[in-house]
């Protein structure tokens, strides 16, 4: 038997959700962040998304897996998962 939690609650849970960029190798891992936000969603909660505005530390071309020379901000990156709904730590 399966419960589903509606998302309506009056009692509804605050969650932070952190996230380091976009990327298996130079940030969050796409699959396992969208993962934990549905699934937070689907309970019921109210997620914020956040990440630290700075420069990325690595860029990876994830078609060779080797870092490129490029700079790229970590909340710019991890605004790609979120669809924009992120805060600066």
């Known amino acids: 038997r399966i419960r589903r939690l509606s998302a309506v609650h009056s009692d509804q849970k605050n969650i ?3 996230l380091s ?3 298996v190798y130079d ?19 109210k997620v914020k998304n956040f990440a630290p ?4 530390m690595h860029v990876i071309d994830h ?3 080797e870092e490129i020379k490029q700079k790229r901000n970590v909340l710019t ?4 998962i979120t669809r924009g709904q992120i805060e600066p730590l």
């Open 27 to 45: 940030g969050s891992e796409v699959t396992e962040a969208v993962a934990t936000l549905v699934h937070l969603s689907r309970a019921g909660v």
């Open 21 to 23: 960029g976009c990327g």
């Open 77 to 80: 990156e991890s605004a790609r």
């Open 53 to 56: 505005f700075q420069p990325q």
């Open 63 to 65: 078609t060779n897996g």
């Open 16 to 18: 932070a959700v952190i």
